[in-house]
């Protein structure tokens, strides 16, 4: 098995093990949909994930993203955990972080002939602020993806 499936494989072992841990019976699950900017690939990025609450104040939040790089692709598999730091009203500041899976393809890009798809692991760090209540939730993110190509992101995205 290639290096790339084996780190694929293994992340998604990781992530169905925590989905499928044990959860309190009021757990509420949402779906959410974001994009924004990676701002050291200066690209635009969409991507989606899901958010349900483990205990008290902890979410689970793993989520997909595609960035728009030229020339090829970029994507991360995420799994991040975040705690609710405080609750103003109808809104929430939380801060928190997970292992991220990159995958970098480079295309034509004639620098990279010999190793075109780049498989890495990394690590986010995060915090942001949402609305709580509603059918549609804005919610605003900054977070850092540690890895070999470290990147800053903003994110804007609608939890429903």
């Given at each position: 098995?290639?290096?790339?499936?084996?780190?694929?494989?293994?992340?998604?072992?990781?992530?169905?093990a925590v989905m499928a841990a044990p959860r309190p019976a009021q757990a509420q699950v949402d779906l959410d949909l974001r994009g924004g900017v990676y701002t050291d690939a200066d690209s635009g990025f969409v991507g989606?994930?899901?958010?349900?609450?483990?205990?008290?104040?902890?979410?689970?939040?793993?989520?997909?993203?595609?960035?728009?790089?030229?020339?090829?692709?970029?994507?991360?598999?995420?799994?991040?955990?975040?705690?609710?730091?405080?609750?103003?009203?109808?809104?929430?500041?939380?801060?928190?972080?997970?292992?991220?899976?990159?995958?970098?393809?480079?295309?034509?890009?004639?620098?990279?002939?010999?190793?075109?798809?780049?498989?890495?692991?990394?690590?986010?760090?995060?915090?942001?602020?949402?609305?709580?209540?509603?059918?549609?939730?804005?919610?605003?993110?900054?977070?850092?993806?540690?890895?070999?190509?470290?990147?800053?992101?903003?994110?804007?995205?609608?939890?429903?």
């Amino acid at each position: 098995m290639s290096r790339n499936r084996l780190a694929l494989a293994a992340f998604a072992i990781l992530a169905t093990a925590v989905m499928a841990a044990p959860r309190p019976a009021q757990a509420q699950v949402d779906l959410d949909l974001r994009g924004g900017v990676y701002t050291d690939a200066d690209s635009g990025f969409v991507g989606g994930g899901i958010l349900t609450g483990l205990t008290a104040g902890w979410y689970f939040n793993p989520n997909v993203e595609y960035v728009f790089v030229d020339p090829g692709s970029l994507w991360t598999v995420n799994a991040d955990f975040h705690y609710d730091i405080t609750r103003a009203g109808d809104w929430s500041i939380w801060a928190g972080g997970g292992p991220a899976l990159v995958v970098r393809d480079y295309g034509n890009d004639r620098r990279h002939r010999n190793d075109n798809t780049t498989t890495d692991l990394g690590v986010n760090a995060l915090a942001g602020i949402g609305l709580v209540h509603g059918p549609v939730r804005p919610f605003f993110q900054a977070k850092v993806l540690l890895s070999n190509d470290t990147q800053g992101v903003l994110a804007f995205g609608l939890r429903f």
